[in-house]
């Protein structure tokens, strides 16, 4: 009875080991995005095209899923492309605040979910945050200048330091 005890034990502990092995790292990342509305007929609602700093360093696009009758709140869905090829989905919910004064300036306010992507962020999870300012102009065009920051969480992202979260996103 002993001996299967001490079995079992030594069976449970290896299948611990290797749920732990098999979970998700978490990457903290921050960074900037610029972006530019783009004529987009595909994307009735609009379509952005970013450069994107810091860890995610890149190009982002945004496809505007939907829109309040106001035009102040949309969903969103996002697309990251690093320098090292990997991609990064989101979708995103997204407000603007009118600033007091201006017709044309908003505080930008986003919460993206992280579905997914391809690379090293293939089966991740997460959220980011954006903040920052858009400006519209007269004939529909605009820019974005926001701040991003969260978590990225995935079973390709390593934690103990073998993916640079410095801005560079080399290999």
Known sequence: MRRTTTIALVMSLAALGTAIEA????RHVRGGITETIIPAPNDPLG?????????LNGASTAVVTSSSPDGLNATSFDVFVTNAGDILTATGAVTLTPVPGSSSEFREN???TITGGSGKYKGASGTITLEGRAVFDSSGGGTFDVIYQGSVCGPNLKADGNNDDR???RH
């Open 23 to 26: 979970r998700a790292d978490c």
């Open 47 to 55: 379509r952005t095209l970013g450069i994107v700093t810091g860890v």
């Open 110 to 112: 986003a919460t993206l």
């Open 167 to 169: 801005g560079s996103d």
